[in-house]
T-cell receptor
Framework: QKEVEQNSGPLSVPEGAIASLNCTYS??????FFWYRQYSGKSPELIMF????GDKEDGRFTAQLNKASQYVSLLIRDSQPSDSATYLC?????????????FGTGTQLKVEL | DVKVTQSSRYLVKRTGEKVFLECVQD?????MFWYRQDPGLGLRLIYF???????EKGDIPEGYSVSREKKERFSLILESASTNQTSMYLC???????????????FGSGTRLTVV
């Protein structure tokens, strides 16, 4: 079992719809959870982080965390073509201490006109 | 804003060459990391450093070494480049010990290395 799992996609949504991206993790000791966006050929950029159960909203983005189910998700409301990218889920608190992030392989999102 | 600068965006090297990838951050971060990213495999940690002259192996250190002589600079060295080291290499930093969970990483722009 991978430590951080994401569906590779592609996930296709129409413009204006809600995109839902999911991530599961194996270590119950994981403390913090991050979502990075990566455009093709570019480096990842941080868009959201969450460490408490529940929802955290920032503009069109909402991160949701359920530690009991070891599940974190990212919702993108009113999806735009500019949201088309690969979204990486990352967690801290896995083996080796809390300074390192462990990444999933990413979900490719395509927002279609 | 924190800036993490990688010296080259694209690099082509020959098999057997010694390759240096440089990374510099300008915000006095203690933690620095080197990852490689390959399709289907995601980001894999090669080495990381919590302090000057300190280094720890990540998940895939074989064939690589690192150097951190100054706090702001973390170098990745491919001792004898091989074709299976063709990849995107990403440097990242975070502020202090234990702070990654609050701040995450800031990434450099990446170096796409091709070994022929």
């Amino acid at each position: 079992q991978k430590e951080v799992e994401q569906n590779s996609g592609p996930l296709s949504v129409p413009e204006g719809a809600i995109a839902s991206l999911n991530c599961t993790y194996s270590d119950r000791g994981s403390q913090s959870f991050f979502w990075y966006r990566q455009y093709s050929g570019k480096s990842p950029e941080l868009i959201m982080f969450i460490y408490s159960n529940g929802d955290k909203e920032d503009g069109r983005f909402t991160a949701q965390l359920n530690k009991a189910s070891q599940y974190v998700s990212l919702l993108i409301r009113d999806s735009q073509p500019s949201d088309s990218a690969t979204y990486l889920c990352a967690v801290t608190g896995l083996t080796g201490g809390g300074n390192k992030l462990t990444f999933g392989t990413g979900t490719q999102l395509k927002v279609e006109l | 804003d924190v800036k993490v600068t990688q010296s080259s965006r694209y690099l082509v090297k020959r098999t057997g060459e010694k390759v240096f990838l440089e990374c510099v951050q300008d915000m006095d971060h203690e933690n620095m990391f080197w990852y490689r990213q390959d399709p289907g495999l995601g980001l894999r940690l090669i080495y990381f450093s919590y302090d000057v002259k300190m280094k720890e192996k990540g998940d895939i250190p074989e064939g690589y070494s690192v150097s951190r002589e100054k706090k702001e600079r973390f170098s990745l060295i491919l001792e004898s480049a091989s074709t299976n080291q063709t990849s995107m290499y990403l440097c990242a930093s975070s502020p202090t010990s234990g702070s990654t969970g609050r701040y995450g990483y800031t990434f450099g722009s990446g170096t796409r290395l091709t070994v022929v």
